[in-house]
């Protein structure tokens, strides 16, 4: 029974979220069939997601004074992700504009209000508590500096970090060798490989930076797992009616998390994180979508 927390320090944002019958052209008006206010934010996603399945999760993180701040913290909280470390700022909270098409694609505008106090120095007053960590999830919807203020602290304290880099943003080579997971999707992976590389190839190069694994996101195609002293491997998608992707890839990231913190081999791991965002996919939302543990066992059972 694993016992240290999983620390995930990132973005918190309240998603609007308009259902269209596809992605509008720049400068066109469409008619959308829904719209909702829901919680999401990569960070907090993540959070949400690896709560649900069991461990003790802390969030480090920043939301604001408006009308969203109070909501996206007790939701949190709602979900058992520990708050403490969450701060109130002045100002607005992260907010994310949001369409989803009928076909299941989305488009994101984040802007991101109170995550820009999630600064380096917020950081280091938690030094404790990221040491304290079985494992740190991190994504790019902070500042960098901070992102890699977070990444020092642990390779310092030997603490794993997985790190989503989603948005996708210029990483310095001195972060590879800290990183224990590096997790793009397809498109990320562009940005640090350069595109049309097979997920082999893209992954043997980012090994080469002194990453010790990947697991190169790949939607139908699943998931591609490499590891230094590891034999590389897919893990397949399960095949379900998607109806919302939003937070799928947090998903994936949070359950994952809480896989190899239990000890799983890292192709476990993404079998039974690829099954969780299997499940999220085929409901609304994106914290309302993460499933519980029951949820991803029977899915699991149910398919083979
Ligand atoms: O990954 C999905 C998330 O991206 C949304 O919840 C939105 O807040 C943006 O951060």
Redesign the pocket.
């Known amino acids: 029974m694993h016992t240290k927390p999983i620390v995930v320090i990132g ?1 918190i ?1 309240m ?1 609007l979220v308009a259902r269209t019958p596809r992605i509008p052209l720049a400068g066109q008006t469409l008619t959308g069939t829904d719209f909702s206010t829901t919680p ?3 960070g907090a ?1 993540q959070a949400v997601a690896a709560a649900r399945l069991g461990p003790h999760v802390q969030m480090i993180g920043a939301v604001g004074n408006d009308v969203f701040g109070e909501a996206l913290h007790s939701n949190l909280a709602n979900a058992a992700v520990d708050t403490r470390a969450v701060a109130h700022v002045p100002g607005p909270s992260g907010v ?1 504009q ?1 369409q989803v098409a009928d076909n299941g694609q989305n488009s ?1 505008v ?1 802007v991101p209000g109170a995550n820009g106090a999630v600064t380096p120095e917020l950081i280091r007053q938690h030094t404790k508590l990221i040491q304290s960590a079985g494992i740190v999830l991190l994504q790019l ?1 902070i500042p960098l500096d901070t992102v890699l203020t977070a990444c020092e602290l642990c390779a310092t304290a030997q603490v794993p970090v997985i790190l989503d880099p ?1 948005p996708a943003a210029s990483l310095p080579d001195a972060i590879w060798p800290q990183l224990a997971w590096f997790t793009p999707n397809e498109t990320e992976l562009g940005l640090y490989t350069g595109s049309g590389f097979p997920p082999e190839t893209a992954a043997k190069q980012l090994l080469a930076r002194g990453v010790h694994g990947v697991a190169l996101k790949r939607g139908a195609e699943g998931v591609y797992v490499a590891a230094s002293g590891e034999e590389p491997t897919w893990v397949p998608a399960f095949h379900v009616e998607a109806i919302d992707t ?2 799928a ?2 998903c994936f990231n949070g359950a994952f998390a809480v896989s190899l913190l239990e000890g799983s081999s890292s192709a476990a791991a993404a079998r039974f994180a690829s099954a969780a965002a299997a499940i999220s996919v085929t409901r609304n939302g ?1 914290q309302a979508a993460m499933p519980t543990r029951e949820e991803v066992d029977a899915f699991l059972a149910s398919h083979g």
Request: proline share 0%; hydrophobic share 40%.
């Open positions: 973005s944002n998603d999401g934010g990569k996603n994310a949001i994101i984040v919807e989603a939003v937070g890839g947090d994106a």
